[in-house]
Structure formats: structure tokens, C-alpha cells
């Protein structure tokens, strides 16, 4: 098949689009470098360097690719900036991608796997997050992540294009060749891997007095691999729906510490700053529908995995992509 990808010259586009090419899909990249890297572009995709936020430059690429199907991870991702700029997060997660959506319409793509996030979800009722719990963000990124799910559900009914909302919790991890980084960093496995290789000198706990065993937060991690696959199923979907995608298992912020200091030898010095609005004490998916639905099956549902492969990565490039 022929899947053109947006926003894959970031972390989770890069990964999905290396592991598409890798079983035999072709793959055009479009992504306009203000997140991702050149070097994040796998050699083998095409890539075009045009914004989603001008019509022409989406409309001319969907056009001229005739893709068999979209995935479409571009976008704003910093919960925190979201709260202060929360402009930057309605035009380009929800107004640009609208001409996303159009150029599909239009090019005749009938297929459409979407970005989606935890954060559509806010502080959940219950943990494990099932699909049916209520979604009902506490910041600006979750809601247009939220908005952009209620338009591709009106653009089926009336265009008939077909989209699986995949919501991720914590992607982490690399494959040989590509890994996480962001031009600003707020995930915790590469910031504290920084800290094990020298180039930050503590990692931040934010809170330490959560309703949890050892007082931080707790989060789920699936590895960029087990991720990826989950997209490749998804191609196979015939309606559209929404699935969590997280591995069911939660792990603190000190658990995740610990693992590094175990993965890397190096102790790790922290700090305990104060907690940050909105985070809730646990955020735990339930992966019971993507594995009956779709037989996803992750092959790294552990966090030491997950840990090793991300510092690999960064021991063989300590700078990231260098840009
Ligand atoms: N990283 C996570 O743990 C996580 C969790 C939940 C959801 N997500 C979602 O997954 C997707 C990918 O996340 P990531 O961590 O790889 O982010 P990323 O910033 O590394 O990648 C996003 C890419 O989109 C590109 N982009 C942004 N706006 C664009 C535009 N207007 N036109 C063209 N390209 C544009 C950026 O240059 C970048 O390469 C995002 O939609 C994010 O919301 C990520």
C-alpha cells in the first residue's frame, strides 16, 4: 500500500513510517520540520517539506501521492504550552487538519488513522481507562486532539472516510535507527536518560505526595515498535472506531528512575519540585479492545525493554539528530 504519513520526520511518525517501509509499504512523508528532523526522514520514503496549514501545499501533496491510506501524526504536542498558547493548538491540531481531512476527500482516500491521545480523556473516573469511560479534557491539547476525533466521525457519515483513533498514553523507545527527540523535551524516559549521560544535572520528580505506592505519578509506557504495529493493524480496520493503546501496566516516576540508573549504571541524582497542575495520580489503559478487535499483541510489554532500546539509541547519538 501506498500510506502517506504526516509528521513524519518526528519521534512516533519516524519510527511508523521505517517500520511501514520495512514490510514492503511505500511511503510519502509530508512534515514541515518545526518539530521533526531531515535526518529523522527514513531514505527510502519521499519527502515533502510543505505545512499542513496551507491548503495548496496538502491538497497538491495528497493529491499527487493517491495514497491508499493516511496516518496522520502531525501536531502540537506540549500540554503546557497548550495552556499558555492555546491558539497554536486549535489552528494547527484542529483548523490545519481540517485541510488535511479535505485534500483525503478529495484525492479519494477512504482510510485514516488519527493521532489521538490519553489526554482526550482528563483525570479519568476509574483506572484502567476503557474506551467508554467519558472524554473530558482539562487542557486545550487534549480537547483539539478531542475535536479532531468529532470531525473525522462527521467526515465518515458523510464522506464515508473510514478512521481509527488510536489514543496513545506514553510512547517510549526507539528502533536502531531512530529515536526521541524533541526540540523541547517534557518527556520523563529521555530526560532522565539526558541526566545518566551528563547533559542535565538532576531529574525532576514533579510531586511525590500522589494516592500511589511510592507518592509519584503513574504512567503507562508501550514501546515505539509495539506502537507502530498497532498502526499496521489498523490499516486492516473496516469501520472506524477508537482504541486505547498502552500496554495496561503502570509504572512511578521513581520506578521508571530506577530502571534507567539499572539500564545505563549511572546513579541518578533527583529533585523533587512541586506537582503540576492538572497531572493525575494514574493513567492506566486497558488494551483489552485493541487486542480482541484488532489481535494487537505487543512483543515489549515491559519497561526494561522499552528503557534499553531508548538508551541505546541515545549512547549512539548523545545529540539527537543534531539540529
Ligand atoms: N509522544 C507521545 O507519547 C504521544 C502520546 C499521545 C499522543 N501523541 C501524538 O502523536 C503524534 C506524534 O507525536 P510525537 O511525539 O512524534 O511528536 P513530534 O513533535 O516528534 O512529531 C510531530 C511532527 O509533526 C510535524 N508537524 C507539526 N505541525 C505540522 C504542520 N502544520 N504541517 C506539517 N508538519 C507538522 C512536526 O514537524 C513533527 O515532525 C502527535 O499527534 C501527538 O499528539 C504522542
Same mark, same amino acid.
Given at each position: ?139 486545550? &491539547? ?25 489514543? &496513545? ?151 539527537? &539528530?543534531?539540529?
Amino acid at each position: 500500500m501506498h500510506i502517506f504519513v504526516t509528521g513524519g520526520a518526528g519521534y512516533i511518525g519516524s519510527i511508523c513510517s521505517e517500520e511501514l517501509l520495512n514490510v514492503g509499504h511505500a511511503v510519502t512523508i509530508f512534515d514541515n520540520l518545526t518539530e521533526g528532523h531531515r535526518k529523522a526522514v527514513d531514505s527510502r520514503a519521499t519527502f515533502v517539506n510543505g505545512d499542513l496549514a496551507k491548503r495548496k501545499d496538502i491538497m497538491t501533496a495528497v493529491a499527487k501521492a493517491k495514497p491508499a491510506a493516511i496516518m496522520h501524526f502531525a501536531a502540537n504536542a506540549l500540554v503546557g504550552e497548550s495552556m499558555t498558547n492555546p491558539s497554536k493548538y486549535f489552528r494547527n491540531n484542529v483548523a490545519a487538519g481540517i485541510n488535511l481531512l479535505d485534500a483525503a476527500v478529495e484525492a479519494g482516500v477512504t482510510k485514516f488513522i488519527f493521532s489521538s491521545t490519553c489526554a482526550t480523556y482528563g483525570t479519568p473516573e476509574k483506572v484502567p481507562i476503557d474506551e467508554r469511560l467519558p472524554q473530558r479534557p482539562i487542557n486545550p &491539547y487534549g480537547l483539539s486532539k478531542l475535536m479532531f476525533e468529532q470531525i473525522l466521525n462527521w467526515y465518515d457519515k458523510i464522506h464515508g472516510l473510514v478512521h481509527v483513533n488510536l489514543r &496513545y498514553f506514553n510512547a517510549a523507545g526507539a528502533s536502531e535507527k531512530f529515536g526521541e527527540d524533541h526540540r523541547v523535551e517534557t518527556h520523563l524516559i529521555p530526560n532522565i536518560i539526558k541526566v545518566a549521560l551528563g547533559q542535565r544535572e538532576t531529574a525532576e520528580i514533579y510531586g511525590d505526595k500522589y494516592p500511589t505506592p511510592d507518592g509519584t505519578c503513574i504512567r503507562d509506557y508501550v514501546h515505539i515498535l509495539d506502537l507502530a504495529a498497532a498502526h499496521m493493524l489498523a490499516l486492516g480496520a473496516e469501520k472506524s472506531d477508537s482504541y486505547n493503546l498502552g500496554c495496561g501496566e503502570g509504572f512511578s516516576v521513581r520506578q521508571v528512575i530506577e530502571v534507567v540508573q539499572k539500564v545505563s549504571g549511572v546513579p541518578i541524582p533527583v529533585k523533587v519540585q512541586p506537582p503540576r497542575a492538572g497531572d493525575p495520580p494514574r493513567l492506566v489503559s486497558s488494551s483489552h479492545k485493541i487486542i480482541s478487535q484488532l489481535g494487537w499483541k505487543p512483543k515489549f510489554p515491559r519497561l526494561l525493554p522499552i528503557i534499553e532500546s531508548a538508551w541505546a539509541w541515545h549512547q549512539k547519538y548523545p545529540n539527537g &539528530y543534531g539540529d
